[in-house]
């Protein structure tokens, strides 16, 4: 009988239960035992671990629940990534001995990791200690390298469509310029794949520096064409053409929280267009609520997976979405940098195609 461990960190997203439920269920089957640890890494760090017993009772009609029932925390002694991956550092020495003891106490004989980028290149650091570790990507940025896919990104494309779909008939009504600032902090897939899904007539990602005149002309051009009302969906990390982000407060620890950049692309349209506009943030409702139906099952196919890696030896990799297929990579290979929109990838032209504007 084996004994795995399971721990969600970092952000939450929808469809990190279904995880859990899927390796609950796939391990049961082989008659092994699944221990959770309470609030990411950090719960490996209590004598004796802050942790529970996952069955499959105490896991039944979780799937359709956002959050984790496990708890999750992006700050901690275990951060060794922030922002994009330029500032790293290493779990302490007495934190990576004081892991490996709960785990021999607990007689834990793999620790799966759910992450991001920063949570994963934990568990790397973890592996490379001699702990027996799997990842299991997770994040609705959908900015890890090595998997096509991360389950919580479809939800989350999903609260940006309903969102401008909302927004386009207060727009139509007003005649008014709705922008929308969306998740995204170095990638624009959320703004791209939800701004397309939406109808957005203007998207602007990090990736593509933009000038506020150019977004300017956009509108006015929509205007000379009888479409009196416009949508423009910003990911928060977008850059104007003078490569400054916009910083709401910074942090002590963990990552800078960015924000602002929507009000500021109002502001700015406002004044070169003469138009009414209106701000709408979405922030943390883009990680709530259920998860899609696609990220249900992705999030139980990654999780079913994961103990088939376990089973077949696959330590030190990650589950890996490719071509509809659930494979793995070692999870080196999926923190060594952050994936990024190429500026032009056949989304975006696609998106171009249909008349969107990135405002370059």
Request: aromatic share 4%.
């Amino acid at each position: 009988m084996k004994r795995i461990g399971i721990l969600t960190s970092g952000g939450d997203c929808p469809g990190l239960n279904a995880v859990l439920r899927g390796v609950v269920r796939a391990a049961s089957n082989l008659d092994w035992e699944v221990i959770g640890f309470h609030d990411g890494f950090e719960g490996l760090l209590p004598e004796g671990g802050d942790s529970m017993a996952l069955t499959r009772a105490n896991t039944a009609g979780i799937m359709h629940l956002g959050g984790t029932m496990l708890g999750t925390t992006s700050k901690g002694h275990f951060i060794t990534k922030v922002g994009d991956g330029s500032n790293r550092s290493h779990v302490p020495p007495a934190v990576l001995a004081q892991t490996k003891r709960t785990l021999a106490a607990l007689r834990i004989d793999v620790l799966i990791c759910i992450g991001g980028d920063g949570s994963l290149t934990t568990a790397q650091q973890l592996h490379e200690a001699g702990i027996p570790v799997i990842g299991v990507p997770k994040t609705i940025d959908n900015d890890l390298e090595a998997t096509a896919m991360t389950f919580g990104f479809d939800s989350a494309v999903a609260c940006v469509a309903d969102a401008l779909d909302r927004l386009h008939t207060t727009a139509s009504s007003h005649k008014r310029i709705m922008v929308i600032e969306v998740m995204g902090r170095h990638a624009g897939w959320i703004a791209l794949y939800g701004g397309l899904a939406g109808g957005a007539d203007i998207i602007l990602i990090p990736e593509i520096p933009f000038c506020h005149e150019r977004v300017a002309a956009a509108v006015k051009k929509r205007d000379a064409e009888g479409c009196l009302s416009t949508l423009i969906v910003v990911a928060e990390g977008a850059c104007e053409t003078d490569g400054k982000e916009r910083f709401r407060s910074t942090a002590t620890e963990g990552e800078f929280k960015l924000g602002g950049i929507g009000a500021v692309v109002s502001n700015e349209v406002a004044h070169r267009t003469k138009k009414e506009t209106r701000t709408c943030v979405l922030g943390h409702l883009q990680r709530g609520g259920a998860p899609t139906t696609l990220d249900r099952i992705l999030g139980t196919r990654f999780g079913v997976h994961a103990v088939e890696m376990i089973a077949a030896g696959k330590l030190g990799e990650m589950v890996s979405y490719q071509n509809y297929e659930v494979g793995s990579v070692p999870i080196a290979d999926a923190v060594h940098r952050i994936k990024l929109v190429l500026p032009d990838c056949q989304m975006v032209q696609t998106c171009r195609a249909v008349g969107i504007s990135f405002g370059d």
